[in-house]
């Protein structure tokens, strides 16, 4: 090999390491991102500088057999908060968010105040009923906001922070790991 057939890998290399930083890797790491977080969602809790579960839900600790009971802190049937995680790769970056709107009050935990409606009344009542079974005097929260003379709830929501505004260092290393890997292809070591 001469001097020039060296000069001429030597740009060909980096093309191919210009192309992975500025389109290649910010779709991969994107994706890393969304499955890193995802599986906080399974594990109950946010790794960032180590694991922190969630604060337990009370519907978990109300010892009830139903299928509510048995999903985690931030997850239902529909899964609609944990599969919302999407990214968009951009020129040499990657920004990971979701659209739900409620997602900032669970990340950041605070007050909410949502409006009692006809509707919401309807679905209280047709929730007690079916909780309630044969006995349907029984005393349920169905029932009691399904008669709250209130207009307006004070609901508290727990902080369970599930996407950080920075990467931790357990994000960061994934995302190294695999931009030394993809290099390590590149250059052929």
Avoid at 76 to 103: D, K, M, Q, W
Avoid at 163 to 180: C, F, V
Wanted: net charge positive; hydrophobic share 30%; no cysteine.
């Amino acid at each position: 090999m001469d001097i020039q057939e060296f000069n001429r890998r030597i740009l060909q290399k980096r093309k191919q390491l210009e192309e992975l930083v500025r389109r290649k890797m910010p779709v991969i790491a994107g994706n890393i991102a969304k499955r890193h977080i995802e599986d906080d969602f399974r594990k109950g809790g946010f790794t960032h500088n180590g694991f922190h579960p969630w604060q337990e839900t009370r519907r978990q600790g109300s010892g009830r057999k139903g299928a509510g009971s048995r999903y985690g802190p931030l997850l239902s049937g529909g899964n609609h908060l944990s599969g919302s995680i999407e990214y968009a790769p951009g020129n040499g970056t990657v920004t990971v968010f979701t659209r739900v709107p409620y997602a900032g009050i669970h990340n950041r935990g605070g007050i909410t105040n949502p409006t009692v409606t006809p509707k919401m009344r309807r679905f209280a009542w047709a929730q007690h009923y079916s909780q309630a079974g044969k006995d349907k005097k029984s005393d349920s929260f169905w029932k009691r906001l399904a008669l709250t003379k209130k207009t307006k709830l004070v609901v508290r929501i727990p902080k369970r922070q599930f996407m950080p505004s920075t990467p931790g260092p357990e994000l960061d290393k994934k995302i190294n790991d695999k931009l030394r890997q993809e290099i390590k292809k590149i250059i052929n070591i």
